[in-house]
């Protein structure tokens, strides 16, 4: 659902997916994450999801100091809703994905609804040359990797980072079973509405970015969670803009960003979030839809303000 026909934009400005090889305009020092998530907040964007990097040599960090370079500054300059990862990068342990959450005590995280392969070694084939030796051995591992979200992992973030810190929560969904594992969570009480539920599409090991899919997943919420959630769509590469924008037509809210997609059109490369987050905003405001603001999306997912974070 919508808030009054108002879609909330997410921007994801980094993630831990992509490698530096893949693009020049991937954010990757504290700064240019500050500077590339600031104007995506002034392009509309109502909700920025924050990883942080290596300013070294650009591969995912789970390091609290890292994320406090950025942080306060984003704050500092939008009112956009800062919400931070807690799945961190593959091969992170989650006291390492919690640690930079548990310092920061945002109004938002992520948090993905179960265990899953997470296939990203089909990009290997795309690059021959790489900038940094870490790169591919990051894409190879996903070829034997579980990213690990059992029910205990859940259970301590929503109690740890929930309960203890006030944050709420973007659901994460890459499948149908991680619907039914939230409404589980949802049942016990240790979710509360109104839930922002992200359902994602594309990725290798999650369900696919089809259109029929995105009709199902919105179908089986509805029938989980009636109207006590607010829906979201994030598409993975080629598919973002195509899957979102459908999305946003049957009343959704919409996440794009180089996190999930690095591209802008057919073999056009975005050259920063705001990139991306303009585009949507277009297709949205074309469509007769609104963009909400950074408050009215506080006010639809009852969040706890941007002054009671700890940065």
């Known amino acids: 659902m919508a808030l009054r026909g108002k879609v909330v934009i997410t921007c994801a400005v980094t993630g831990s997916i992509h490698t530096p090889t893949m693009s020049?305009?991937?954010?990757?020092t504290p700064d240019e994450i500050a500077r590339d998530a600031i104007a995506a907040a002034e392009a509309g964007a109502a909700i920025l999801?924050?990883?942080a990097r290596d300013p070294k040599d650009g591969r995912p960090t789970p390091d609290p100091?890292?994320?406090m370079q950025f942080l306060p500054r984003i704050k500092q300059s939008t009112g956009s809703v800062i919400n931070i990862t807690t799945g961190g990068g593959h091969g992170m342990t989650l006291e390492e994905r919690l640690a930079a959450p548990l310092r920061?005590?945002?109004?938002?995280?992520?948090?993905?609804m179960g265990s899953m392969n997470f296939g990203l070694f089909p990009m290997l084939g795309r690059?021959?040359?790489?900038?940094?030796?870490?790169?591919?051995?990051?894409?190879a591992m996903t070829r034997d990797f579980i990213f690990r979200n059992t029910f205990a992992d859940i259970e301590r973030i929503l109690k740890d980072l929930g309960e203890v810190?006030?944050?709420?929560?973007?659901?994460?969904?890459?499948?149908?079973?991680?619907?039914?594992n939230l409404a589980h969570f949802l049942d016990r009480g240790m979710v509360k509405p109104p839930l922002f539920v992200q359902t994602i599409f594309g990725i290798l090991g999650g369900i696919g970015a089809d259109p029929e899919n995105l009709v199902h997943m919105k179908r089986i919420a509805d029938k989980l969670f009636g109207d006590s959630y607010a829906w979201s769509i994030l598409a993975a590469g080629r598919h973002q803009l195509p899957l979102?924008?459908?999305?946003?037509?049957?009343?959704?809210?919409?996440?794009?960003?180089?996190e999930d997609s690095l591209w802008i059109g057919r073999g056009k490369l975005a050259q920063s979030n705001a990139d991306q987050v303009s585009a949507?905003?277009?297709?949205v405001e074309n469509l007769s839809l609104e963009i909400a603001s950074p408050d009215e999306a506080r006010a639809m997912l009852a969040l706890k303000g941007g002054d009671a974070v700890a940065f």
């Open 165 to 180: 810190c006030g944050t709420r929560f973007e659901f994460e969904c890459y499948d149908v079973g991680h619907l039914y």
């Open 280 to 283: 949507i905003r277009a297709i």
């Open 104 to 112: 920061a005590k945002p109004e938002m995280c992520s948090l993905n």
């Open 244 to 258: 979102v924008s459908m999305g946003a037509i049957m009343g959704g809210n919409v996440r794009v960003g180089l």
């Open 49 to 51: 999801h924050l990883h």
């Open 127 to 139: 690059y021959k040359d790489w900038k940094y030796a870490w790169e591919p051995q990051h894409l």
């Open 65 to 67: 100091d890292v994320f």
């Open 24 to 28: 020049p305009y991937m954010p990757l």
